[in-house]
């Protein structure tokens, strides 16, 4: 395994705190590039104190293929689940920032405010855990729990958990980061747009797709600026 | 008295300045380890700036026992008047943050908007300093005003002070500082869900409990973090 | 001159940049502490930028004693007007924080939603220029428009300007700059608390007097840390 | 070329991320001061790391000049586009600040809510791309999408772009920075303003040319403090 992934993967999770979006808890991922019938995440850490001697590898099934003695992760199931659905999601970031979890609670759907957010415009779904499993403590700690999370998720980008915080998918690790980043920024502005009062001109679902598409090609140059801030 | 158990209430008193649930003022106390009679509490002071030889130690009636010229604070009186009622209560957070107040001022109750806030889906009490006490300077400066603010938090974790703040216990040091973050953090969520409009699929008590015995299991993880960040 | 009251002008200036109340602008002036008919008051500079050697000593028609080349702020007659008409004032803070304006362009009035913020209990008039002076550039420029301010402030701990910014004056420094910093924080807590809707229980007037009294004794303990943040 | 013109273009773009204006993205150019055909601009860079070496020279059709391998902007076509049609504009700063997007999104036009946002009193018009071009990726990429925001902005200071951000134009630098800065903080209170209900007492169009007038005069002493934040 290149040293240099393992750094990068560490680093995403600290730039996750610094940006704003993980507190003492949140979680990043990746499938394994060499292998994409395993993932890489971090042993169970605050993200702010993440290195890349942290990061485990697990299988689909979200066994430690050589735990040496690390804890994981309990939601290492919410991304198990999702890459083992999702072939073309490369990179999983879970968090729980104040601004993203109202919209897990309302019936009001988040909308992609601006091209920064263009990845909401397909639409963000709500996974709320009663509807298949009843009272719950919320964790997603089981295979059964992740794979209902990322039916639920289906092709977005993006899925709310009811009271509890939300999921990001993307084709790689950097994009996954700037998902993350930007469902936050955009869940702010839009609690201020509705707060103004009628409709909202977000964008539409194409606008969204053309939008997106430069965002995914341009990642690079926020990536370098957010990785230096870390380092 | 173990200088471990000094340190760590002293740094407790720090991170809440530093996860912004304190300002200039806050305090934060913890039953005696080895005496249930007894509670520790820094003499007054910022909390920024507390010490571990800011630590006093006073008896349930909020008698100091053994000042050495330090000057107590006025309020310690909250701290002794659940004590004294509260058995299972280890540690208390009292502080002032501004997205708690709002809603000691207002019908609505709080709610638990997502797992790390679940210790509030028992319930938020409001105590109205003026139901018993008339026109008041807000202060808890009494034995007979502590008594009463135990009394209208009975079995809660939370109790919110109109126009004064809020209380915050737990059954140990680092669920208290947990409880206290998460009080601030959720009251942000939630002022911004009930912007959106709507009902609120907030935790329901039973979910509260569940997600509660989590957060209780793995507050250390939090707690490493944050007290590395104020050592 | 005591070197001491000039550093402590000096220091009040920077406190209110580092507690988010001043930006770029804002200044904030003491009463000549041996001749009651003069007052202190930084050149013309960015508070964050302001030390000792930068106080001026005007007359209270706002005339230099000794300006030694130094450029007055031309804002010095908001003032000398109040000086001039309230013997009782010892500090005033002159901002224009982003909480506070919305109360000064709108006819929901500002309230004490807590302890710390008792001061504005007895209520909080708003100055708008334009009720004497028509059309302005909105600048407190002259020895008429300090006047009219200091009117319109009567025997308040606090004004709005329209438009413009607040005004907050206290019988010492460290209370007006306590003054300043929790009209700040108060109106953020009213902002949210309206915005959950229904009657908010703000302190009344004799609970503020009360509870100020209270403020104005203990205000060093705060006095000390905000000096210690900046020094 | 002054070495000491680079400094300051690049300070202006390092000044909005420190002033929370910029993230990582955003632009800010000015004519060049001896050619009024020619703009200065960054190379495509995150702006809080732009440096003098890597300021680029355009003609207004946004040629570079001497590319020296350097890859510029695409979205340098929004800042000729208003080189060319607003001969008296010699800075303008475009970002995506969470405050302003809303404006942009709904029917509510910015107000000047104070003296600072004096220059928004003309009116703030909001440029919808899907007006002249119809479905696209939102990007201002073209002379033709830069000579239609042009046309929107007609002879305002400050320009919304409908699901994206805005544009502020000035007679000098200093002048452009002050003006993206509180377009974002007016921004702020504006939104708080609307919250609290009922008709705002923003400044009128008169009061805002007498207000703005101060400012431009007086921009150097804000200017000073920016530039050594970020030196």
Redesign the interface.
């Known amino acids: 395994m290149d040293r240099a992934v393992l750094e990068d993967l560490a680093a995403a999770s600290r730039i996750l705190v610094d940006q704003g979006v993980f507190?003492?808890?949140g979680h990043v991922s990746m499938r394994h590039p060499q292998d994409p019938g395993r993932f890489l995440m971090s042993r169970?850490?605050?993200p702010?104190?993440v290195a890349a001697d942290d990061i485990m590898e697990f299988t689909l099934d979200c066994t430690p293929s050589d735990a040496q003695g690390r804890k994981p992760f309990i939601e290492r199931f919410l991304h198990g689940g999702i890459y083992a659905k999702r072939l073309d999601v490369m990179a999983i970031a879970h968090g729980?920032s104040?601004?993203v979890?109202?919209?897990?609670?309302?019936?009001?759907p988040m909308r992609?405010?601006?091209?920064?957010a263009?990845f909401l415009a397909a639409g963000v779904p709500v996974f709320?855990i009663r509807d298949r499993f009843g009272?719950?403590?919320?964790?997603i700690s089981s295979a059964e729990r992740g794979a209902a999370l990322a039916d639920a998720l289906g092709d977005k980008a993006v899925l709310l958990l009811?009271?509890?915080?939300f999921v990001a998918v993307a084709p790689d690790l950097p994009s996954a980061v700037f998902r993350a980043i930007f469902t936050e920024?955009s869940a702010?502005?839009q609690?201020?747009?509705?707060?103004?009062?009628?409709?909202?001109?977000?964008?539409?679902e194409?606008?969204g797709r053309?939008?997106d598409?430069?965002n995914l090609a341009t990642v690079g140059?926020?990536w370098?600026?957010?990785k230096?801030r870390v380092s």
């Not at 992609?112 to 920064?116: D, I, L, M």
């Not at 009272?135 to 964790?139: H, L, R």
């Open positions: 507190d003492a808890a169970s850490l605050a702010e104190l729980h104040a601004a979890i109202p919209f897990g609670l309302v019936s009001k992609a405010t601006y091209h920064n263009a709320d009272i719950t403590d919320i964790v009811r009271a509890h915080g920024v702010r502005v609690l201020q747009a509705e707060a103004l009062g009628g409709p909202i001109a977000a964008l539409d194409e606008e053309k939008a598409a430069i140059r926020s370098e600026l957010w230096k």
